[in-house]
Structures are given as structure tokens and as C-alpha cells.
């Protein structure tokens, strides 16, 4: 499992003070871009940066997150953890589980298939792209 920490800024409130669910979407998105590109290129994985598209995506809103920042603190940060539970030939799933004050908060599920971006179609996940997502 990957876990990394994203920032939740003001500006992703909504009227009623919580997180917003579109900005959700965004920090499940800050947080797979995270594994997928800046992990994934740090363990020798470039290729997932050629090309990498979103087929379906789950959303589940467990509890409110709430932006609570202290007059000391500027930025307050959310952890998100994310495993890969299913790789196929093209395609693989991601899972999130997304941390709240009392306990997880959002959990979500992320279809995605490996994209050739010149043909415009999808194209099989190369040996070293598998490697690294069964690491996770």
C-alpha cells in the first residue's frame, strides 16, 4: 500500500464548511498522480507517464472532511492511502481510503487503463509498468 499526504486548501470548502465532494475527486486524483507518476518514476515505471486514462470512478462519502486549519498552521494535509487491488492486461484498478479526524472518510475506487496516446486507443501495460503496480 502507498500512502501519501495532500494538501486540502481553503478553497476546496464548500458552503456547509466541509470538503467539497468535486475537490475529493481532486485529492484522489493529487494522490494517484503521486504513485503513478512521482513514485512510479522514482522506481524506474516512466512509461505509466505516456499514457494513463480513467474508466470509471466510485466514490464513497463516509464522513465530512472538514478544513480546520489554526491560525499557526497555512496548509492542512489529509492522508490518502492507495493500493492497486485488480491488474489486468490493460487495465487496473486503484483504491483509496482517504483519512478523516474520526476515522476513515472517504473510500473510493478508480478503474484505469493504460492509453496509447498516438493511436488513441488503449494499449497492453508493458512488463516493467505490471512490475511496479503489483508492487503496490
Given at each position: 500500500m502507498f500512502s501519501t499526504d495532500v494538501a486540502v486548501r481553503w478553497s476546496d470548502m464548500d458552503?456547509?464548511?466541509r470538503v467539497n465532494n468535486a475537490r475529493v475527486v481532486t485529492l484522489l486524483e493529487e494522490a494517484r498522480t503521486e504513485l503513478l507518476f512521482g513514485e512510479g518514476a522514482r522506481r524506474g515505471a516512466h512509461t505509466l507517464t505516456e499514457g494513463v486514462v480513467v474508466v470509471e470512478l466510485l466514490?464513497?462519502?463516509r464522513q465530512p472532511l472538514v478544513y480546520s486549519a489554526s491560525p499557526v498552521r497555512v496548509r492542512v494535509r489529509v492522508r490518502v492511502r492507495v493500493r492497486v487491488s485488480e491488474?489486468?492486461?490493460a487495465s487496473f484498478a486503484v483504491e483509496y481510503i482517504v483519512?478523516?479526524?474520526g476515522g476513515d472518510a472517504v473510500t473510493a475506487?478508480?478503474?484505469l487503463a493504460a492509453y496509447d496516446t498516438a493511436a488513441r486507443r488503449p494499449r497492453r501495460l508493458k512488463p516493467g509498468e505490471?512490475?511496479?503496480l503489483a508492487a503496490f
Amino acid at each position: 500500500m502507498f500512502s501519501t499526504d495532500v494538501a486540502v486548501r481553503w478553497s476546496d470548502m464548500d458552503i456547509y464548511g466541509r470538503v467539497n465532494n468535486a475537490r475529493v475527486v481532486t485529492l484522489l486524483e493529487e494522490a494517484r498522480t503521486e504513485l503513478l507518476f512521482g513514485e512510479g518514476a522514482r522506481r524506474g515505471a516512466h512509461t505509466l507517464t505516456e499514457g494513463v486514462v480513467v474508466v470509471e470512478l466510485l466514490v464513497r462519502y463516509r464522513q465530512p472532511l472538514v478544513y480546520s486549519a489554526s491560525p499557526v498552521r497555512v496548509r492542512v494535509r489529509v492522508r490518502v492511502r492507495v493500493r492497486v487491488s485488480e491488474l489486468l492486461t490493460a487495465s487496473f484498478a486503484v483504491e483509496y481510503i482517504v483519512a478523516g479526524t474520526g476515522g476513515d472518510a472517504v473510500t473510493a475506487r478508480t478503474q484505469l487503463a493504460a492509453y496509447d496516446t498516438a493511436a488513441r486507443r488503449p494499449r497492453r501495460l508493458k512488463p516493467g509498468e505490471r512490475e511496479f503496480l503489483a508492487a503496490f
